[in-house]
C-alpha cells in the first residue's frame, strides 16, 4: 500500500489538486503494479509565511 505525500505552498485550486493526485496515482499504479485503492495521497499545504529559504520568509521574497 503506497502511501504518497506531497508539501507545496498553498494557493492552488482544487482543480489542480485533482489532476495531481490522478497523475500521481496513475504513475504509482504503472512502476509498482498495484490497484489504484490502494495508493493514498496527503497533501500538506505551507503557508508563504510559515516557511522559509536561506533565512527569508517565502512571503518576503520578490
Known amino acids: ?11 492552488r485550486g482544487v482543480e489542480k489538486k485533482r489532476g495531481l493526485v490522478k497523475d500521481i496515482t496513475d ?10 485503492t490502494a495508493v493514498h495521497i496527503d497533501i500538506v499545504e ?13 512571503k518576503d521574497r520578490k
Open 1 to 11: 500500500m503506497p502511501f504518497v505525500t506531497i508539501r507545496m505552498i498553498e494557493g
Open 46 to 58: 505551507y503557508s508563504q509565511e510559515n516557511l522559509a529559504q536561506a533565512g527569508t520568509l517565502f
Open 27 to 36: 504513475a504509482v499504479v504503472k512502476n509498482i503494479g498495484c490497484p489504484p
